[in-house]
T-cell receptor
């Protein structure tokens, strides 16, 4: 199993540009999450999904959108990038069942908006 | 929503000494408390977790204790080694929204 994979690893955007961060997991996990981690800080939840077709906002959803058309994929869309969105973005997945259970994190995407 | 606070923000210990990191949470409905280790430039990795129906859990040099009444939980690392140097995050999970809330992290340095 590859686990949770994310692309790209690094990206520099200009203010106002858009991009999609890709996240895929091959563990058949029903729960998926997007976090951002600012320097020296903990992880803040942007959006999460409890299954295909279902998404919900986390603590810091403004400026982002998500979709979940399949169990495996959970892309994060940034529209009109702003310098405040400079951060490291982590995708995570977990199985729920009778849980909660451990979250598995992807390697992260380092995004700079200038 | 849940609020998880973590202390201290930095911690330096001599190799072989113990390290303790403490977290408090606000939502009494929180039911699962994982601890993550994050090395520089890497992803968070789970090192130990505890559920709300358990008071203590141990895995070799690492232990976690949970006090539900006081709403706090702690990470204990004994016989610290230089490779324990990293940032450690606590988190709380609440079924309200099925979300994880993270502390702000503790940067642990083990001095050889």
């Amino acid at each position: 199993n590859a686990g949770v994979t994310q692309t790209p690893k690094f990206r520099i955007l200009k203010i106002g540009q858009s991009m999609t961060l890709q996240c895929t997991q091959d563990m058949n996990h029903n729960y998926m999450y997007w976090y951002r981690q600012d320097p020296g800080m903990g992880l803040k939840l942007i959006y999460y999904s409890v299954g295909a077709g279902i998404t919900d906002k986390g603590e810091v959803p403004n400026g982002y959108n998500v979709s979940r058309s399949t169990t495996e994929d959970f892309p994060l869309r940034l529209e009109l990038a702003a310098p405040s969105q400079t951060s490291v973005y982590f995708c995570a997945s977990s199985y729920s069942g009778q849980g909660p259970y451990e979250q598995y994190f992807g390697p992260g995407t380092r995004l700079t908006v200038t | 929503g849940e609020n998880v606070e973590q202390h201290p923000s930095t911690l330096s210990v001599q190799e072989g000494d113990s390290a303790v990191i403490k977290c408090t949470y606000s939502d009494s409905a929180s039911n699962y408390f994982p601890w993550y280790k994050q090395e520089l430039g890497k992803r968070p990795q789970l090192i130990i977790d505890i559920r709300s129906n358990v008071g203590e859990k141990k895995d070799q040099r690492i232990a976690v204790t949970l006090n539900k009444t006081a709403k706090h939980f702690s990470l204990h690392i004994t016989e610290t080694q230089p490779e324990d140097s990293a940032v450690y995050f606590c988190a709380g999970h609440t079924n309200t929204g099925n979300q994880f809330y993270f502390g702000t992290g503790t940067s642990l340095t083990v001095i050889p």
